[in-house]
């Protein structure tokens, strides 16, 4: 390991980056460098701006591509090595915002027929039933589950946010069951490894498999599962504002975009716009 990318690791883990963004970060700027064959410390900033337009003319990556690129070299210059950066610090790409994709129930219990697994079966439950975040399932400990009360507590989610999560009453049996069985106070979801929890990967291709097993035509994630854990709720009318708890969102404004899927939603707004009508 170079001294350089030692002081870039020490300096995401100082500013407590989170782990997958300390991942994509250094990736990064190893690709940086590996684009012009040297130190990423002797790159010139109009070669910077050459190179972020060859991400966007050559490669055609998506805007929020491109944003996680400029975001780890502003890190990189401006914390690493300490330099001010001039063109690529004004430099933005616009966001597209695209709504997501939601499972209606009755393809949610399609979707779960197809899980025969009783370990899968009980993570995507808690991906649905829970609305978290697949890497927060993937790390939960069994002393994150309190059957007393019934709820789960997430321990440094994302923007290092702890949250305390309700388990449905009908769920309290078979994760129980399924807890009962592991041998230690460990992760949920043991990896082949002692003391290394499972690949997240796994649950992301079992979702396709299963999606194409019930013959569901949607390009899904384990992330819908949490958006149709919100999309649900607000159907149901609970508050946005204990959804943005529950999701663990820093700005309403994100938890906002739930509002556009629900059929509660739609169904209120065309009532609404029905009364306009002059008769």
């Not at 990318?5 to 991942?23: A, N, V, Y």
């Not at 002797?42 to 400029?70: A, P």
């Not at 009453?169 to 003391?195: H, M, N, T, V």
């Not at 009318?237 to 204990?242: A, E, M, S």
């Amino acid at each position: 390991m170079t001294p350089l990318r030692r002081r870039m690791i020490e300096t995401m883990h100082l500013r407590s980056l989170s782990p997958k963004t300390q991942q994509s970060y250094l990736h990064v700027i190893i690709v940086l460098s590996k684009h012009f064959n040297r130190s990423p410390a002797d790159i010139s900033e109009e070669e910077l701006r050459q190179y972020l337009l060859y991400l966007t003319r050559e490669k055609r990556y998506s805007s929020s591509t491109i944003n996680i690129h400029l975001n780890a070299i502003k890190f990189f210059w401006r914390h690493v090595l300490q330099r001010p950066l001039g063109l690529p610090s004004r430099v933005k790409f616009k966001k597209v915002t695209k709504l997501p994709v939601v499972f209606s129930r009755d393809e949610i219990k399609k979707l779960f027929a197809e899980v025969y697994e009783r370990k899968h079966l009980i993570a995507l439950s808690l991906l649905y039933y829970c609305g978290m975040r697949r890497t927060e399932v993937q790390v939960l400990k069994r002393s994150a589950i309190d059957f007393n009360r019934m709820t789960v507590h997430v321990k440094q989610g994302k923007n290092c946010r702890d949250r305390i999560i309700p388990i449905p009453e009908q769920f309290k049996e078979p994760l129980g069951s399924y807890i009962r069985q592991l041998k230690a106070d460990d992760y949920l979801f043991p990896g082949k490894q002692p003391g290394h929890y499972v690949s997240g990967d796994l649950w992301g291709k079992l979702i396709k498999k299963c999606l194409k097993a019930a013959g569901i035509e949607k390009n899904a994630s384990t992330h819908t599962l949490r958006h149709s854990y919100a999309t649900h709720l607000l159907e149901d009318g609970v508050d946005i504002r204990i959804i943005q708890k529950l999701l663990g969102h820093k700005n309403l404004k994100t938890t906002y975009v739930y509002t556009h899927l629900t059929k509660y939603s739609k169904k209120r707004f065309y009532k609404t716009l029905n009364k306009l009508v002059i008769s």
